[in-house]
């Protein structure tokens, strides 16, 4: 990490929320709106709903034509590919796929995956994870797989020491995810990919929730697959998915006879949202530009820069969005909330600032209710996690109530949360 980067993480720095809220239409529209479930989807910068509306205006056509709106299509699609394989740290742009959302990924890989098992059956998968990363795997059972379960641990966190013991000579592959979407935990994946690797196994990445949040790096990850969606990193409504290039070519997918048998063709089934993904290309080129502002760089990002400008977005985001993480804790804490999965302040490291919690005598319903009347939107449910609502014994019907919050929001608005918790506490 450079001088600049260590001081910005050491909290030198400030960090200018309120400057880059102003590039969100929606937060201007909303006006005293506080958008606090990102989790089930963060808001747009101007720069991605430009670059939706150019698509739809000026090439809203198929691609592979020989005309030019046609060739403008190829063009946007081979620069998204390259941008995101710039933001993920690919290894070439061949390596990125485009499609609807992540949960369908899953389900094209696991059904790869299940053509290809014979000694090694078993996979692995965890009770912390999201059931898209959970049930897609479990219904390979009718193709032999068998599974194993990495639990999480009491302070809401799946630990690699766990993980040893379940791997064997049978493992095929590993299943878990970078970052708990109810918990907000973060797992070590470089280790548990060491440790499935050196059990002969692969490791499957879910990125969804930590997207938003810090630095993604399938390299220093040395995962074998990983996807993600664009609607959690301030893009449209579509996912994309990274998977070595060699594993890709290996794999048995579902194609047309006329799409060549190598990636990226062999992964992305139909035409997916062109505009969603010129969106895409533009929510990375926005986080260059925040990188390439907060290092006090001129001009506009280039695809020679997108790497390091984007790493150094996301690296000064996960530092401010620790110190929203503290403070969100703290008003948890005063509020006598029974809070989920790490609560420590030494922690706040291995966290990103979304929270799982529970008032003591209230429904989750009712908190949620309360904070909508407050012009504050959370939620309340299992977050579509069951199996860890019952590790926490909470009934799956009610589940916990939900906040989570990404870069553009500050804290004046945790403040008022904590008014409306206050609030209720004391009439509970």
């Not at 505009?275 to 760089?297: H, T, W």
Request: aromatic letters at 8%.
């Amino acid at each position: 990490m450079s001088a600049r980067r260590a001081a910005y993480a050491a909290g030198h720095e400030t960090f200018p929320a309120g400057a880059l809220r102003a590039q969100f239409p929606a937060l201007q529209r909303a006006g005293t709106f506080f958008f606090a479930d990102n989790a089930a989807g963060a808001q747009v910068p101007q720069m991605v709903l430009d670059a939706v509306n150019r698509h739809l205006l000026d090439h809203n056509v198929q691609r592979g034509g020989r005309y030019p709106q046609s060739m403008a299509v190829d063009a946007t699609v081979a620069r998204s590919r390259a941008s995101v394989a710039a933001f993920l740290n690919a290894r070439r742009p061949e390596e990125i796929a485009f499609g609807m959302n992540a949960t369908s990924f899953i389900r094209t890989i696991s059904l790869a995956v299940g053509q290809t098992l014979d000694a090694r059956n078993e996979i692995v998968v965890t009770d912390l994870d999201h059931a898209a990363n959970v049930e897609t795997w479990l219904a390979l059972e009718k193709m032999g797989a068998k599974f194993v379960w990495w639990r999480m641990r009491p302070d809401g966190c799946l630990h690699t020491e766990d993980l040893k013991p379940l791997l064997s000579s049978r493992t095929r592959l590993v299943a878990c995810t970078l970052t708990s979407n109810a918990l907000g935990s973060i797992v070590d994946v470089r280790t548990a990919a060491d440790l499935a690797h050196a059990a002969g196994a692969e490791i499957f990445l879910d990125s969804v929730h930590f997207g938003p949040h810090g630095p993604i790096d399938v390299q220093a990850f040395d995962c074998d697959y990983l996807v993600c969606s664009g609607y959690k990193i301030f893009a449209p409504h579509m996912g994309f998915m990274w998977g070595r290039y060699d594993l890709l070519m290996k794999l048995p997918t579902f194609r047309e006879d006329f799409i060549p048998d190598e990636p990226p063709g062999k992964i992305e089934a139909g035409t997916f949202i062109y505009e969603n993904v010129a969106g895409m290309d533009a929510a990375v080129n926005y986080l260059a530009g925040v990188g390439r502002n907060l290092a006090g760089m001129s001009g506009t990002p280039d695809p020679g820069s997108l790497r390091e400008d984007t790493r150094y977005a996301m690296e000064a985001i996960q530092a401010y969005e620790q110190k929203l993480s503290l403070e969100l804790a703290r008003i948890l804490r005063e509020c006598g909330a029974e809070v989920y999965g790490i609560a420590d302040d030494a922690r706040v490291a291995e966290r990103v600032p979304t929270f799982c919690f529970n008032l003591p005598g209230i429904l989750p319903r009712a908190v949620t209710e309360a904070a909508a009347r407050a012009d504050i939107g959370i939620r309340d449910g299992h977050m579509y996690a069951p199996r860890l609502m019952r590790r926490l014994n909470l009934p799956v019907e009610t589940g916990a109530v939900r906040i989570s919050l990404v870069h553009y929001n500050t804290m004046a608005e945790i403040h008022r949360f904590g008014n409306v918790l206050a609030d209720l506490s004391k009439r509970g």
